[in-house]
């Protein structure tokens, strides 16, 4: 799926608001392809949504360009960039019905009200409101008023969709089943969708790719296994489920082992790093598996300090010798051997290791 | 048992009597202005409604009862088409001298109406504005804007601007984001302020006894003098009319809150 020219570009955009010395967004870049569904991922005050303001149109950039199709739109204000939006509180217009707010943007592009009608249907259907075309924001659910904010951004097909955490007030079940009717109508439609959360597993599931927020700049944008496995930076590693951050140096390049406080560690074939660099070596925690002995590398003996028990599966936490605190999975079963106190043998495959740089 | 009994009556108690003293001068004007004779009188010696005949039949009242409807509506007019886009202005922007152009707009209110009145008295004087409805108008509308600009700053305060930004996203300007979005939800809000201004200017008398003249006589003006010079039951018959009018908008509100707003803006924008 290449380009000569990326669909939409972020290129070194930065945001200061008025009056403060700290930079809201710092540098991002980033190539967003058509049809693409790209998650900001990241904790409060990252810089998220500020970027998607940018995109949007609402706030201006300090600095950098941001490019549709090889054009810089930051001249361009937010009503004529033809860009759906869905905002967290849903946003309808409590004055107007369900069919009244998704018809708004076709009336106001002028459209013949045979085709409004025909359209404002198929939509409201497509996002399973059909019966409550009549009702008032208010006379709808959370779940059901945010279904009228996504048809009535979808229904002038814009040329991309930002979502910031449209989810964020619903609950649980309701919001994975909107998880999923959202990525179904993207795939469908060939949305390129951009789309604000700090819940990691929804970018998990959802997004072709995630950029992963933190002090506003995006540490790293990939595919959400990528980001799993292959963390770029400790923040991604640590923000983006559980791992085992061991402090390192590499040792033996070639050989590929890092020297560690709890002896060496092998890694995988894909890093490359030099010898005497400060790493990390992280294994996620369901990686790390009971051993019957200890084995000569890549496995450690712990104290078990700590264990929570989910039913199906154990969560261990463990301490080695020289202190340092790994934690694992066991199944169900393996329970009793994991007893809080209890001395285990664990151990790893070098190719579950990832090494990542870690600063002076 | 007893207790529990005093302690319901005594608010009950309490709520009718201070009705009671609020209400029953006014009753005695609603019974004065049915009385007979040219001078006013409690009680009456026998009931008649030639005083209401008077007051429609006269100039002399109609005209200051003229007067008043066009002043007030036009110095409401004004006073909402100056405080509208200023507390927008200060609801969407922070620009440098806020806080200073904050203070200027609230000043009317800190100073005394007599101090007021005798200033235009003098200034309208050298503009040869004395005597003028236009002098009223500009006067009144300074005297409301501080207390409309109050009621619609805290109407934009409750407003939900991320709907704004909803109806840009839409593809709506700001002109068409006002007129679609902004003015139907904010609608009942500004004819609440602009009835404020209306009665502001409506209520007047200081200034409108020093600047007015006999030209543009109010209403109020033209109250004062008669019960100054001739004690006419005319005023009694005015003051019950004012009375009535100023109780059916109060249930005409309360009426239409509980009906719920049932205009749809994108009517509006379907005729177009
Ligand atoms: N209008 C504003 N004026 C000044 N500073 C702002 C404004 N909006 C955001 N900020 C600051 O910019 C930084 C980034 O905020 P932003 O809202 O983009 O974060 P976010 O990643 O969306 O966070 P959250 O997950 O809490 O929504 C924060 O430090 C915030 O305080
Ligand atoms: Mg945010």
């Known amino acids: ?360 | 048992m007893t207790s529990r009994l005093q302690s319901s009556l005594i608010p009950k108690f309490l709520a009718l009597s201070i009705g009671g003293f609020l209400l029953l001068p006014m009753l005695l004007v609603v019974v004065m202005s049915f009385g007979e004779g040219t001078s006013l009188r409690f009680p009456p010696r026998a009931f008649t409604i030639d005083s209401y005949i008077v007051y429609f039949t006269s100039a002399g009242w109609m005209v200051p009862t003229l007067n008043s409807f066009i002043i007030a509506g036009a110095s409401a007019a004004i006073t909402l088409l100056v405080t509208t886009p200023a507390a927008f202005a200060f609801a969407l922007f922070d620009f440098p001298g806020k806080r200073l152009v904050r203070l200027l707009i609230m000043m009317p209110l800190m100073v005394p109406f007599i101090v007021m009145a005798l200033a235009y008295f003098f200034f309208f004087g050298q503009l040869r504005l004395l005597n003028t409805m236009v002098g009223v108008v500009i006067a009144h509308a300074c005297l409301a804007v501080p207390i409309v600009f109050l009621i619609q700053s805290a109407n934009l305060k409750s407003f939900d601007w991320t709907l704004v930004r909803a109806s840009q996203a839409c593809g709506a300007g700001h002109f068409r984001t006002f007129r679609y979005i902004c003015l139907p939800l904010l609608r009942p809000s500004f004819l609440v302020a602009g009835l404020f201004a209306f009665i502001t200017s409506f209520d007047e008398t200081v200034i409108a006894l020093f600047i007015s003249g006999r030209a543009a006589s109010t209403l109020p003006r033209r109250m004062f003098e008669s019960v100054r010079q001739e004690s006419d039951p005319v005023v009694a018959v005015v003051s019950t009319l004012l009375f009535a009018v100023v109780a059916a908008v109060a249930i005409v509100i309360a009426w239409r809150r509980e009906a719920g707003r049932s205009r749809s803006a994108t009517r509006d924008l379907e005729r177009e």
């Open chain 1, 1 to 360: 799926m290449t380009q000569a020219q990326p669909f939409l570009r972020l290129d070194a955009v930065s945001k200061r608001y008025g009056g403060r010395a700290e930079l809201a967004v710092e540098g991002v870049s980033a190539d967003i392809r058509e049809g693409e569904f790209v998650s900001l991922l990241g904790p409060s005050g990252s810089g998220k949504t500020t970027t998607l303001m940018m995109i949007a149109g609402f706030e201006l950039p300090s600095e950098g360009r941001i490019m549709l199709s090889g054009s810089d739109i930051v001249g361009i204000p937010a009503h004529r960039r033809n860009f759906g939006m869905v905002f967290q509180n849903y946003a309808l217009f409590p004055h107007m019905t369900a069919f009244e707010n998704v018809a708004y943007p076709l009336r106001l592009r002028k459209q013949p009200s045979s085709r409004i009608d025909e359209k404002v249907k198929r939509y409201l259907d497509m996002v399973g409101l059909a019966r409550f075309a009549s009702r008032r924001p208010a006379e709808l659910s959370g779940g059901q008023q945010q279904r009228v904010a996504l048809a009535r951004a979808l229904v002038f097909e814009p040329t991309v969709v930002l979502m910031d955490e449209p989810l964020g007030a619903l609950d649980k079940n309701l919001r994975e089943q909107m998880q999923i009717e959202i990525k179904e109508l993207q795939k469908k439609l060939g949305i390129t969708l951009i789309y604000v959360t700090h819940d990691q597993s929804e970018a998990m599931t959802m997004s072709d790719r995630i950029a992963v927020f933190n002090n506003g700049r995006i540490e790293q944008i990939a595919a959400p296994l990528e980001i799993y496995r292959r963390p770029e930076t400790r923040f991604v590693g640590e923000f983006v489920g559980e791992s085992n951050m061991i402090e390192g140096r590499v040792g033996d390049a070639t050989e590929r082992r890092v020297e560690t406080e709890i002896g060496e560690i092998e890694y995988g074939p894909d890093s490359a790093f030099g010898a005497g660099m400060p790493v990390f070596a992280m294994i996620r925690p369901e990686l790390i598996t009971l051993a019957e002995k200890l084995p000569p590398r890549n496995g450690t003996q712990l104290t078990v300090t700590r264990t929570i028990h989910f039913g199906d599966r154990v969560s261990v936490e463990g301490t080695t010798v020289g202190g340092t605190m790994l934690r694992f999975r066991a199944s169900g079963r393996e329970a009793a051997v994991c007893a809080t106190g209890r001395q285990v043998n664990v151990a790893w495959r070098s190719d579950d290791v990832h090494i990542l740089a870690r600063g002076q």
